[in-house]
């Protein structure tokens, strides 16, 4: 038999306290924790992998939408193209030819009108006679202008303008302006004041400055609200400036940055006569010759168009 001695040496030994068996249990849960996360990594490396061609077909699939869209898109822009130009096409024939057409009933009417105003003057003629050859006139001159703006839209998108600078002086200008406008005027109430520097002159194209002027006074009679239209000018810094002022209605800011464009009013289409052509036609006249036109504006205040051109526009070489 062994004594106590020799049995408590043949016994294992017990650990002093428990945080052997503890540290021991946690390294275990540790191992665990870890092989649980490498293998929910190698799980979802595996999923990416097997999403990788669904999401290479889809980006492939979009591509080729987008260069279908692309192609479309260019075969529209393409056919766009080719109706504007169409139109343009048309608008310059039937410029063209209603003008042509109209011209020669332009001049017969006004010769009568005019021979018929002389016999008045010594004979007895019917009272509606001439009354009613000056409207026949007045209304040939409108219809011919309308054609001939149908003519400059054309010119100015396609061919472009050539201009025959000559030497101009603004009392030529503004007689063919009120030889067109007067009645107009007379009619819409509107009195014409002219406030321009005699001297006023230069080297322009003199029918292009004489529709510049037009348009804009034709536009200041039709919405001046039956207040005069002043017209003034004259040399400042080596440039002409003309102004055409009314006390109208007026243009707000958000209409003044557009109606200048083509086919654009300040006024809905059917409240007056027009095409929406007049001002876009004047700016473009305008710089053609290395000028400019802007307007100032304030709604139920009037408004101001100023026209500056060079003072001087060398005539071409012969």
């Given at each position: 038999?062994?004594?106590?001695?020799?049995?408590?040496?043949?016994?294992?030994?017990?650990?002093?306290?428990?945080?052997?068996?503890?540290?021991?249990?946690?390294?275990?849960?540790?191992?665990?924790?870890?092989?649980?996360?490498?293998?929910?990594?190698?799980?979802?490396?595996?999923?990416?992998?097997?999403?990788?061609?669904?999401?290479?077909?889809?980006l492939q699939a979009e591509v080729a939408r987008l260069r279908g869209a692309l192609r479309e898109s260019a075969a529209e822009a393409d056919s766009l193209r080719e109706a504007v130009a169409a139109r343009d096409a048309f608008i310059a024939t039937a410029g063209h030819e209603l003008r042509n057409a109209m011209g020669g009933v332009l001049v017969a009417a006004t010769h009568l009108h005019s021979q018929a105003?002389?016999?008045?003057?010594?004979?007895?003629?019917?009272?509606?006679?001439?009354?009613?050859?000056?409207?026949?006139?007045?209304?040939?001159?409108?219809?011919?202008?309308?054609?001939?703006?149908?003519?400059?839209?054309?010119?100015?998108?396609?061919?472009?303008?050539?201009?025959?600078?000559?030497?101009?002086?603004?009392?030529?200008?503004?007689?063919?302006?009120?030889?067109?406008?007067?009645?107009?005027?007379?009619?819409?109430?509107?009195?014409?004041?002219?406030?321009?520097?005699?001297?006023?002159?230069?080297?322009?194209?003199?029918?292009?400055?004489?529709?510049?002027?037009?348009?804009?006074?034709?536009?200041?009679?039709?919405?001046?609200?039956?207040?005069?239209?002043?017209?003034?000018?004259?040399?400042?810094?080596?440039?002409?400036?003309?102004?055409?002022?009314?006390?109208?209605?007026?243009?707000?800011?958000?209409?003044?940055?557009?109606?200048?464009?083509?086919?654009?009013?300040?006024?809905?289409?059917?409240?007056?006569?027009?095409?929406?052509?007049?001002?876009?036609?004047?700016?473009?006249?305008?710089?053609?010759?290395?000028?400019?036109?802007?307007?100032?504006?304030?709604?139920?205040?009037?408004?101001?168009?100023?026209?500056?051109?060079?003072?001087?526009?060398?005539?071409?070489?012969?």
């Open positions: 038999m062994l004594d106590v001695t020799e049995r408590q040496h043949a016994l294992p030994s017990a650990p002093e306290s428990g945080d052997a068996y503890v540290a021991e249990g946690l390294d275990e849960e540790d191992r665990s924790a870890e092989q649980d996360r490498s293998a929910e990594q190698d799980r979802s490396a595996e999923q990416d992998r097997s999403a990788e061609p669904d999401a290479v077909r889809c105003h002389q016999i008045s003057q010594t004979e007895s003629l019917p009272a509606f006679l001439v009354p009613r050859l000056e409207q026949i006139a007045r209304l040939s001159r409108t219809f011919v202008r309308r054609a001939t703006t149908l003519l400059d839209v054309s010119r100015l998108t396609t061919t472009g303008l050539r201009l025959s600078p000559v030497l101009v002086s603004w009392a030529e200008i503004w007689d063919a302006v009120h030889a067109e406008l007067g009645l107009q005027a007379e009619r819409a109430g509107c009195e014409l004041r002219v406030e321009v520097d005699p001297r006023v002159s230069g080297f322009w194209d003199r029918d292009a400055v004489e529709q510049m002027v037009v348009n804009l006074v034709s536009n200041a009679i039709k919405f001046g609200a039956k207040k005069p239209v002043i017209v003034s000018g004259g040399f400042e810094d080596g440039d002409v400036t003309l102004r055409v002022r009314d006390r109208g209605i007026g243009i707000s800011e958000a209409d003044r940055a557009r109606i200048f464009a083509r086919f654009e009013r300040a006024v809905r289409s059917g409240d007056l006569p027009g095409f929406g052509l007049g001002l876009w036609i004047a700016r473009q006249l305008a710089r053609a010759h290395g000028g400019e036109i802007h307007v100032e504006s304030e709604p139920g205040h009037g408004s101001v168009f100023t026209i500056r051109l060079p003072g001087v526009l060398e005539p071409p070489h012969r």
